[in-house]
């Protein structure tokens, strides 16, 4: 009997220490659930008492308290808050879902524009135009072998010059012998042979990028010889800075000519290793974007012989959205994809080749974040060295930059289409205007303001082709050849 009892007591002990971490677990429970409910209120910005509307069956005055805890009610708690809705944000980041639905779009449209090709002609990819571009394509491979060959020649130069072996003027001589060289037969060789204007605006843009890596690369050794000169023999200067030395290593030269970079700096930032898989993607994104070049090329040819027949109105409707998707499609390709692999192969950190230059609300701020590389050369070489050497103000130094600018941008035309005509030069000087125009408070950094630059890139870009096709069509097509 007593060790019935003991057992008995002891059962009873513990299941009154059961009931015990029951009642404890429930009070923690509601501790909690008065804690979201809180939580839930003030983010929601609403208070736990309502005020009861007369009718409602309530007395007029009555208030409605704080609801009774039960968990099967915590489904119907506020969980709503103020924000705006992802699009209407511009700023906002909607990240890898928008670039995957563009990406697929046009895939599908390549897909769409294959399938009336096969139902016209019976294959999915007419390469008849193909064969035409890359009509005599052995003078860009000549052209890029000469001036990376002629290249040697200003390296050695600015090597004598920051060794003090010969003087200055000699210097200024010999870099403007090599510039005018460049041009100078580059041209006469381009011009001597059929190309197609793809083609031949490419070769002219390689002569531009040699023109340019070379002089940031004798520019930037010149000024920085010179400066240590003037520290040495000024015995109070600082100590001069390692980044801020010149730098004529023969192995550094060549990196620099093959890295994808304008500016010349004495020390480049370099990652760890090749990622090989991040070059299979990026060569299978290239191919996919100039695949689809091609292929909305294609079906761009048509209206551009529908010139003599149709209104400019109408024609600038039509390749307005053709124009745009080669312009997306080739700055995708190049700045993203190619510059990407030459950046990856040769280990350059700095991939910043572009900016969200689709959100810009004003061209100024078009112009420096769709072009990076150009952007950081015309800073450093035009804008502030014309500053600080010619001593311009400020609009005289963003005038200087704007007329080399639309200078080589006209000479890749004339390179292009084989005669002169000032079109996009000067459409390019008239965006100084554009420029001050979009600095309205009315259009900085609002959403009007993004609007205003995408119209007015729609009508330009099919715009500015129009004026030349018709110039390259009389001129060129109509002579037979």
Known sequence: MIETENSSKTMFQQRTKLEQKLVKKRKEDKEKNKETVSIESSASKTTSTLKVKKGSGFDDDKIIGEAPHSPSLERFFSTSKPRESILTTPQTDIGWGTFNY????YC??????????????GTLVDFELFWWLITNWQVFVVVSIGLATWSFFNYFCTCLVVRD?????????LYVFWQFICFSLSISYVMAHEMSPILSGGTGLQICVFSLKNHSYWHTNYFLAKGIKKAKADKSSPTIRKDLTPNIGFNHFLYFMIAPTLVFETQFPRTKSIRYSYILKETLAATGAFLMFYIVLCKTGPIYKQIDTLPLIILLLKLSLPSMSLWMLGFYGVFHCLLNIFAEVTRYADREFYQDWWNATTFDMWWRKWNRPVHKWMLRHVYRDSMHTVKLNKFGALFSTFLLSALLHEF????????????????????IGLVNFTQLDMLQKTRFGNVVMWITVFVGQPLVQLLYSTQYSALVWNNGQ
Not at 165 to 173: L, T
């Open 412 to 431: 890749v035309m004339i390179i292009s289409f084989r005669f002169v005509r000032p079109i996009l030069s000067t459409t390019m000087l008239l965006q």
């Open 165 to 173: 072996k010969i003087p200055n003027s000699v210097s200024i001589f």
């Open 102 to 105: 563009i990406a697929i779009c």
């Open 108 to 121: 599908m449209a390549g897909f769409s524009m294959m399938a009336d090709t096969y139902i016209e002609k």
